[in-house]
């Protein structure tokens, strides 16, 4: 599979900006460097995934046919894979991703309620991003808190007992932040 | 590190006690000790895991000469009203104070023997490791041959903990009998059942006990690699593992030379991706292997054929560090618990609308209603309980005439109900069924790895048809419709996925045929 055939099927978009072709590049090499850490490791698709997606923040669509041809498989075989997973994204995200647990014993305390409020409060629906690039809601199966349903994760951090005012203050803390250089699409930042 | 004179100040670092604010209540301590006045004895916090009285966390103890005692909930506002009043000497006035640990009827009721260590130990600390017996299963196990070692856990009569409830024994024997330059341990850790955390727990709490099971099934079947497939949404567990392994490398007890018996094993950690479907074994090694998590057709079984096309033992995590205590005590004082072919004992795992909830280990035997009334107190909402569904979301759900079944694998199993991971998730009398019914068509929907039709298809037809039969459209032949889509789901379909799915639906509609009709 040669990388002319790539670029027919995948044109990448025209841009004379010079701060998008600088991020072009910084991209391309992250990946080959995340590509080069891992490749030799037996089944190493799910650990090269994994390092780009924690490092951009979500799977880029040109990094697709590179990993394909490191690893010698075809780019449906890693287009498969992205798309197998709910953890992989091909599209950047919000600085937070937050996910509320749709799973039964959050359902058993009020997790129904929890969903609809998120979903209400964000005005997003699941998968969505706000339009300031802060937050993505994503509903999860289960985060093993069910001691403490209901449950809401944002980065590394699990909240449990999740009722309207403790998901409220979350979003405060979590919209209140000071701004930082983070590019959008990076990983959420540990919340403490 | 161990300066006896130091009091000891045991603040958990296991997620549902994060969860609740350990780490507010931490930091508060350490600011509480920055103003300490220097004439007083030294205070060494140590982050334990959780004893799993988690309606109790953040739960915080102190040592004393009577013992360890207990503070709980602690929130970081009560800190300062604790050091006051004496925490670090065992303070008994606190209005949090609740007592010697070991005699908080939740957990002296309880017969920990895979959970022992849970929430007493700093997790990465070999030496706390050591002392509560950790790595006499290893040192014993190095002088048995591999032979021996697969006797004594076939003697055990351990089952699989992760829900097939599979002898152990047997399955390690069929891998030891296979001749292969490479073979493989794989942990499935990718607990996905909702209202199950025993895995997380014991990971988070005990991660020796889990690397040490592991080396040992290495010997035992001639494996030199192992992975610990690990879910994704468990990054403390995640954390905790990969610094536990990291302490076990560099004192020999992982590596090339293990205690320099000249065997070698090595572990890794490897990260799922959001699947449920992972955690069927078939589809976990495909996973691992870097491809979709198709579930494979068996035969083969991955005891002959598995990761890599190798003889693999895939082995639940409860499992695994279980084979460290029966090496380190002996397979007839592991089977001393338990009933008929149910040996041992059991977390159960308190969950949903419960007042106390958290890890029970008990021998197999004890009913479903001790559990929830005398255990856990009945609903969290002070409403009247209506369903418990056990098992994870591929389990049935029980009503209340059925909570007398006691909790083995044949006595549910007469009943038409799984145990599973041994996850109960209880409901109040609010719970639409039909409601419920509907989710876990909806969940195989998002779940389902798509390979066979009953199970892909299945789902997407569940979900409507009970849609149906809500909105009252043609309801008596959508009934009927739902019961022929539940059996062939039930006989159809390639793996538990779309083979359990309709479990739970069928029990809603036999137990709780009215929340069908309204």
């Given at each position: 599979?040669?990388?002319?055939?790539?670029?027919t099927?995948?044109?990448?978009?025209?841009?004379?900006?010079?701060?998008?072709?600088?991020?072009?590049?910084h991209?391309?090499?992250?990946?080959?460097e995340h590509?080069?850490?891992?490749?030799?490791?037996?089944?190493?698709?799910?650990?090269?995934?994994?390092?780009?997606?924690?490092?951009?923040?979500?799977?880029?669509?040109?990094?697709?046919?590179t990993?394909?041809?490191?690893?010698?498989?075809?780019?449906?075989?890693?287009?498969?894979?992205?798309?197998?997973y709910h953890?992989?994204?091909?599209?950047?995200?919000?600085r937070?991703?937050?996910?509320?647990?749709?799973?039964?014993?959050?359902?058993?305390?009020?997790?129904?309620?929890l969903?609809?409020?998120?979903?209400?409060?964000?005005?997003?629906?699941?998968?969505?991003?706000?339009?300031?690039?802060?937050?993505?809601?994503?509903?999860?199966?289960?985060?093993g808190?069910?001691?403490?349903?209901?449950?809401?994760r944002?980065?590394?951090?699990?909240?449990?007992?999740?009722?309207?005012?403790?998901?409220?203050?979350?979003?405060?803390?979590?919209?209140?932040?000071?701004?930082?250089?983070?590019?959008?699409?990076?990983?959420s930042?540990?919340?403490? | 590190?161990?300066?006896?004179?130091n009091?000891?100040?045991y603040?958990?670092?296991?997620?549902?006690a994060?969860?609740?604010?350990?780490?507010?209540?931490a930091?508060?301590?350490?600011?509480?000790?920055?103003?300490?006045?220097?004439?007083?004895?030294?205070?060494?916090?140590?982050?334990?895991?959780?004893?799993?009285?988690?309606?109790?966390?953040?739960?915080?103890?102190?040592?004393?000469?009577?013992?360890?005692?207990?503070?709980?909930?602690?929130?970081?506002?009560?800190?300062?009203?604790?050091?006051?009043?004496?925490v670090?000497?065992?303070?008994?006035?606190?209005?949090?104070?609740?007592?010697?640990?070991?005699?908080i009827?939740?957990?002296?009721?309880?017969?920990?023997?895979?959970?022992?260590?849970a929430?007493?130990?700093?997790?990465?600390?070999?030496?706390?490791?050591?002392?509560?017996?950790?790595?006499?299963g290893?040192?014993?196990?190095?002088?048995?041959?591999?032979?021996?070692l697969?006797?004594?856990?076939?003697?055990?009569?351990?089952r699989?903990?992760?829900?097939?409830?599979?002898?152990?024994?047997?399955?390690?024997?069929?891998?030891?009998d296979?001749?292969?330059?490479?073979?493989?341990?794989?942990?499935?850790?990718?607990?996905?059942d909702?209202?199950t955390?025993?895995?997380r727990?014991?990971?988070?709490?005990?991660?020796?006990?889990?690397?040490?099971?592991?080396?040992?099934?290495?010997?035992?079947?001639?494996?030199?690699?192992?992975?610990?497939?690990?879910?994704e949404?468990y990054?403390?567990a995640?954390?905790?593992?990969?610094?536990?392994?990291?302490?076990a490398?560099?004192?020999?007890y992982?590596?090339?030379?293990?205690?320099?018996?000249?065997?070698?094993?090595?572990?890794?950690?490897?990260?799922?991706a959001?699947?449920?479907?992972?955690?069927?074994?078939?589809?976990l090694?495909?996973?691992?292997?870097?491809?979709?998590?198709?579930?494979?057709?068996?035969?083969?079984?991955?005891?002959?054929?598995?990761?890599?096309?190798?003889?693999?033992?895939?082995?639940?995590?409860?499992?695994?560090?279980?084979?460290?205590?029966?090496?380190?005590?002996?397979?007839?004082?592991?089977?001393g618990?338990?009933?008929?072919?149910?040996?041992?004992?059991?977390?159960?795992?308190?969950a949903?609308n419960?007042?106390?909830?958290?890890?029970?280990e008990?021998?197999?035997?004890?009913?479903?209603?001790?559990?929830?009334?005398?255990?856990?107190?009945?609903?969290?909402?002070?409403?009247?309980?209506?369903?418990?569904?056990?098992?994870?979301?591929?389990?049935?759900?029980?009503?209340?005439?059925?909570?007398?079944?006691?909790?083995?694998?044949?006595?549910?199993?007469?009943?038409g109900?799984?145990?599973?991971?041994?996850?109960?998730?209880?409901?109040?009398?609010?719970?639409?069924m039909?409601?419920?019914a509907?989710?876990?068509?909806?969940f195989?929907?998002?779940?389902?790895?798509?390979?066979c039709?009953?199970?892909?298809?299945?789902?997407?037809?569940?979900?409507?048809?009970?849609?149906?039969?809500?909105?009252?459209?043609?309801?008596?032949?959508?009934?009927e419709?739902?019961?022929?889509?539940?059996?062939?789901?039930?006989?159809?379909?390639?793996?538990?996925?779309?083979?359990?799915?309709?479990?739970?639906?069928?029990?809603?509609?036999?137990h709780?045929?009215?929340?069908?009709?309204?």
């Amino acid at each position: 599979m040669s990388d002319t055939h790539t670029s027919t099927l995948h044109p990448e978009p025209h841009s004379n900006d010079t701060a998008d072709t600088l991020d072009v590049a910084h991209t391309d090499a992250d990946v080959a460097e995340h590509i080069e850490q891992h490749k030799t490791r037996p089944g190493p698709l799910l650990p090269i995934l994994h390092a780009i997606q924690n490092d951009l923040g979500y799977i880029p669509e040109r990094a697709i046919p590179t990993i394909a041809k490191h690893l010698n498989l075809s780019r449906a075989e890693v287009h498969g894979v992205v798309s197998f997973y709910h953890h992989f994204t091909m599209v950047p995200r919000g600085r937070h991703i937050v996910e509320v647990c749709c799973a039964e014993s959050c359902q058993a305390v009020g997790g129904r309620s929890l969903e609809a409020l998120a979903k209400e409060t964000l005005g997003l629906n699941w998968h969505e991003t706000s339009r300031d690039g802060q937050i993505t809601l994503e509903p999860v199966y289960c985060l093993g808190n069910c001691a403490c349903s209901p449950s809401v994760r944002v980065g590394k951090q699990i909240l449990g007992r999740v009722d309207e005012a403790r998901f409220k203050a979350l979003l405060d803390e979590l919209t209140t932040q000071p701004l930082t250089l983070l590019p959008l699409g990076a990983t959420s930042p540990e919340v403490n | 590190m161990s300066n006896h004179t130091n009091t000891r100040l045991y603040i958990p670092r296991d997620s549902s006690a994060l969860s609740m604010g350990a780490e507010q209540v931490a930091s508060a301590f350490i600011q509480a000790l920055g103003s300490y006045a220097e004439s007083e004895p030294p205070v060494q916090i140590v982050r334990n895991g959780s004893r799993g009285l988690y309606w109790l966390e953040p739960m915080i103890e102190v040592d004393t000469p009577q013992g360890r005692v207990a503070y709980g909930p602690v929130a970081a506002a009560d800190v300062e009203s604790l050091v006051a009043q004496g925490v670090f000497s065992g303070d008994t006035g606190h209005p949090l104070y609740l007592g010697p640990t070991d005699d908080i009827p939740f957990l002296k009721k309880q017969q920990r023997l895979t959970f022992a260590r849970a929430g007493v130990v700093d997790p990465v600390n070999l030496e706390d490791y050591c002392a509560t017996d950790g790595y006499q299963g290893l040192t014993r196990a190095l002088t048995m041959s591999a032979q021996a070692l697969v006797d004594e856990v076939k003697t055990s009569g351990l089952r699989g903990r992760g829900g097939a409830a599979f002898p152990t024994g047997i399955k390690w024997q069929t891998v030891l009998d296979a001749p292969a330059s490479q073979k493989y341990i794989v942990c499935n850790a990718d607990e996905g059942d909702s209202g199950t955390f025993a895995d997380r727990l014991q990971m988070e709490a005990d991660p020796f006990g889990l690397i040490e099971g592991m080396t040992i099934a290495g010997l035992a079947v001639g494996a030199t690699q192992g992975y610990i497939y690990l879910r994704e949404e468990y990054p403390h567990a995640h954390e905790i593992l990969d610094e536990a392994i990291r302490i076990a490398e560099s004192n020999g007890y992982l590596g090339d030379n293990i205690l320099g018996s000249g065997q070698c094993f090595y572990l890794e950690v490897r990260l799922g991706a959001k699947a449920y479907i992972c955690g069927e074994e078939t589809a976990l090694l495909e996973s691992l292997e870097g491809k979709r998590g198709m579930v494979r057709a068996k035969p083969p079984i991955p005891a002959l054929e598995g990761l890599f096309g190798k003889p693999t033992v895939v082995n639940n995590v409860l499992s695994l560090s279980t084979v460290a205590i029966i090496l380190a005590k002996g397979a007839d004082y592991y089977k001393g618990f338990g009933m008929g072919r149910s040996l041992g004992t059991m977390p159960f795992q308190l969950a949903g609308n419960l007042k106390y909830t958290g890890l029970v280990e008990l021998a197999f035997g004890v009913s479903l209603s001790e559990l929830l009334y005398d255990f856990a107190g009945g609903s969290r909402s002070g409403r009247p309980l209506r369903a418990v569904q056990v098992g994870g979301p591929l389990g049935t759900y029980l009503p209340e005439s059925q909570w007398d079944v006691a909790m083995d694998y044949e006595a549910m199993a007469a009943l038409g109900a799984v145990l599973g991971h041994g996850g109960i998730v209880a409901f109040d009398d609010r719970v639409d069924m039909a409601e419920q019914a509907r989710f876990s068509m909806a969940f195989c929907v998002a779940e389902s790895c798509g390979k066979c039709t009953p199970c892909r298809i299945g789902s997407t037809r569940g979900v409507e048809v009970i849609d149906r039969i809500r909105a009252n459209k043609d309801r008596e032949n959508n009934l009927e419709l739902l019961t022929q889509l539940c059996e062939t789901m039930v006989d159809g379909s390639l793996c538990a996925m779309g083979g359990m799915t309709p479990f739970p639906v069928q029990s809603a509609l036999k137990h709780f045929a009215n929340d069908f009709t309204q």
